[in-house]
Nanobody
Framework: VQLQASGGGLVQAGGSLRLSCAAS????????MGWFRQAQGKEREFVAT????????SYADSVKGRFTISRDIDRKTMTLQMNSLKPEDTAVYYC??????????????WGQGTQVTVSS
């Protein structure tokens, strides 16, 4: 499975961004997926995950109510709609696939990351 993330950028606090992740290759159809992020000097942390059929989702407490994960199964894309962004959301965001859950060690496939910067 190959993953290509896009949509990062610079936004003011309170603003919104939409990240996308396109999956391709063998086993990419209906594979569970997730978003993680890594701020400078910090460990990678879980953001959100979505099941293969798109029905079940889970979020980190820090983003619950502000971020929404979704997917288009036929187009093999996953999105992360980020609203009410805060400076502490600044990080490189990575999409991952092959597992449902919050443990990054269990995901076999990773995209290249996209930078999100939220100014105060």
């Amino acid at each position: 499975v190959q993953l290509q993330a896009s949509g990062g950028g610079l936004v003011q606090a309170g603003g919104s961004l939409r990240l996308s992740c396109a999956a391709s290759g063998r086993d990419s159809y209906r594979t569970p997926m997730g978003w993680f992020r890594q701020a400078q000097g910090k460990e990678r942390e879980f953001v959100a995950t979505i099941s293969g059929n798109g029905v079940v989702t889970s979020y980190a407490d820090s983003v619950k109510g502000r971020f929404t994960i979704s997917r288009d199964i036929d187009r093999k894309t996953m999105t992360l709609q980020m609203n009410s962004l805060k400076p502490e959301d600044t990080a490189v965001y990575y999409c991952a696939a092959g597992r449902y859950g919050s443990n990054s060690d269990e995901y076999p496939y990773w995209g290249q990351g996209t930078q999100v910067t939220v100014s105060s």
